[in-house]
């Protein structure tokens, strides 16, 4: 009975690690239907939008969990207040430069080198777990990667420009992932909330001073409010509520998912030209996805 309960358990983190990226692969969609709009001021306004509906949402459900982490902060000795806030400022410019490079690949570059990004930030993900945090591989999951890493060197080849924000947008990604895995002991909505405020921090001034004229079409603010709750706050709360039970190497490797269904949008929805060894290049990646997660389909299968 017990075995089965922990794998109940970690079917559930492992389907919150399945559903944020699943989420994510279709954010390319609402983010062209604003394509017009400046890169700098979709991000703006997503991350004030985000930030006042999470906090709404807290004052309104979660207020005692919120005072309880707030305690649990002051009650920490003063390292690890250090440590905490540290990690928690260094998320914060990590995240904001996720989004602002993404929105800027997906609206001025192509569809296709925002999906390239997500096939090499759980690369980078694996990486950084293995060197870092010390996560342990087996070898079917390093012979995945491997296969992995061929796909992306295949499908890298075409564009450079395309490679160079791939890279740029999966780092910043790949070492949040990291930092959510290191920053434990808090509630994970807590800890988004304040990092969408240190974010909001830097965004707040930057209208001010620019004297941007605020948007009043209907459509942005719809979608601004449509992106702000469906493909901010929910998959990063599941991003980051899966990384409490599974590795950052799993979470990461999930990551393929998003790619998948951006590359499939490119290919038919946004009508980008795409060549055959594109389509090879992301059955092999599909391939090296069911490989990696192999012991988990029969851990959870068995039982």
Not at 264 to 283: H, R
Request: aromatic share 14%.
């Amino acid at each position: 009975m017990e075995n089965n309960n922990e794998t109940v358990s970690r079917g559930k983190y492992l389907f919150a690690a399945f559903l944020a990226p699943f989420i994510w692969g279709f954010m390319s969609i609402s983010v062209r239907w604003i394509r017009e709009y400046p890169a700098e001021d979709i991000l703006y306004f997503r991350i004030i939008t985000a930030l006042a509906v999470l906090w709404l949402y807290l004052l309104i459900f979660q207020r005692k969990t919120l005072r309880s982490d707030l305690q649990k902060f002051r009650n920490l000795p003063r390292n690890l207040k250090i440590r905490q806030s540290g990690l928690t400022i260094l998320a914060s410019l990590l995240i904001f430069g996720n989004w602002f490079t993404y929105i800027y690949a997906v609206n001025h570059i192509s569809i296709q080198s925002a999906a390239l990004a997500y096939l090499t930030c759980p690369l980078i993900t694996a990486a950084a777990a293995y060197f870092i945090l010390k996560e342990a591989l087996r070898p079917i999951q390093k012979v995945a990667l491997l296969i992995a890493f061929g796909s992306v060197c295949l499908l890298a080849k075409g564009s450079l420009n395309d490679v160079l924000w791939a890279a740029t947008i999966a780092t910043f990604y790949a070492f949040y992932l990291i930092l959510q895995r290191i920053s434990t002991g808090f509630n994970k909505l807590n800890q988004l909330v304040v990092q969408l405020s240190i974010c909001a921090l830097f965004v707040i001034p930057k209208l001010i001073y620019n004297q941007h004229d605020i948007p009043t079409a209907p459509i942005f603010w719809g979608t601004i409010l449509l992106i702000a709750v469906v493909f901010t706050i929910i998959p990063l709360f599941l991003s980051m509520y899966a990384l409490t039970g599974i590795s950052s190497t799993t979470a990461g490797v999930l990551l393929y998912i998003n790619p998948i269904i951006a590359f499939t949008l490119a290919a038919t929805y946004f009508q980008e030209p795409v060549p055959f060894v594109k389509y090879v290049a992301y059955g092999v990646i599909l391939l090296a996805i069911v490989l990696f997660n192999s012991s988990n389909f029969r851990q959870i299968k068995k039982n």
